[in-house]
């Protein structure tokens, strides 16, 4: 099985400022059909989480461009370019190429 | 608009039963396979629970394997959660979640429901 390990744990970010999230795998996340399915969720608190970014990269309708994502085979990376403050809650990210389906432990991002 | 609506959840006793429904709308449901994914109190996301879009194959997290079933009725536009032998660490929401792409079993989650909660507890 894969697993997936997020850092940092925690976040605490001037608004304005960028952040960045750590995702690796510990196995390579590149599918037989070439795509790599590694996407990222937001869980604001009470709610439940929505895909920012899938295949990597792709930002998904509606999600500010602010957000990318980046990376190849066990390593990749979520970046806010400017944090604001709906930007609060944790942070995911989940490998979809195999199963079982496998998320990070999660990072929350905080507002100083 | 796209929507999936969880019931079902409840306190139960451990070794209890529960089922839980998904009804699901604004979206040809018989082409998208469908999973479960929770979440324990305070912690993280765990995959449950996936089934094809025709129902023909399902697939379980080891954590539930013998003890939950999965399920579908195209004619209803409704996923189901069949759980039995409740343990107190099943206790968590449970939420269901459609892929963004059809047909594909594997995919990102672009649609989730609110949750549903079970507490399993004597």
């Known amino acids: 099985d894969i697993v997936m390990t997020q850092t940092p744990l925690s976040l605490s970010v001037t608004p304005g400022q960028p952040a960045s999230i750590s995702c690796k795998s510990s196995?390579?996340?590149?599918?037989?059909?070439?795509?790599?399915?590694l996407s990222w969720y937001l869980q604001k608190p009470g709610q439940p989480p929505q895909v920012l970014i899938y295949?990597?990269?792709n930002r998904l309708s509606g999600v500010p461009d602010r957000f990318s994502g980046s990376g190849s085979g066990t390593d990749f990376t979520l970046k806010i370019s400017r944090v604001e403050a709906e930007d609060v809650g944790v942070y995911y990210c989940m490998q979809n190429t195999q199963l079982p389906i496998a998320f990070g432990g999660g990072t929350k991002v905080e507002i100083k | 608009e796209v929507q999936v609506v969880e019931s079902g959840g409840d306190l139960v006793q451990p070794g209890g039963s529960l089922r839980l429904s998904c009804a699901a709308s604004g979206f040809t449901f018989s082409i998208y396979a469908m999973t479960w994914v929770r979440q324990a109190p305070g912690k993280g996301l765990e995959w449950v629970s996936s089934i094809t879009n025709s129902g023909g194959v399902t697939f379980y997290a080891d954590s539930v394997k013998g003890r939950f079933t999965i399920s579908r009725d195209n004619s209803k536009n409704t996923l189901y959660l069949q759980m039995n032998s409740l343990r107190v660490e099943d206790t968590a929401v449970y939420y269901c979640?459609?892929?963004?792409?059809?047909?594909?079993?594997?995919?990102?989650?672009?649609?989730w429901g609110q949750g549903t909660l079970v507490t399993v507890s004597s």
């Open positions: 196995q390579s996340l590149l599918h037989s059909d070439r795509k790599t399915y």
């Open positions: 295949e990597v990269s």
């Open positions: 979640a459609k892929p963004g792409i059809p047909m594909r079993i594997v995919a990102h989650f672009d649609n």
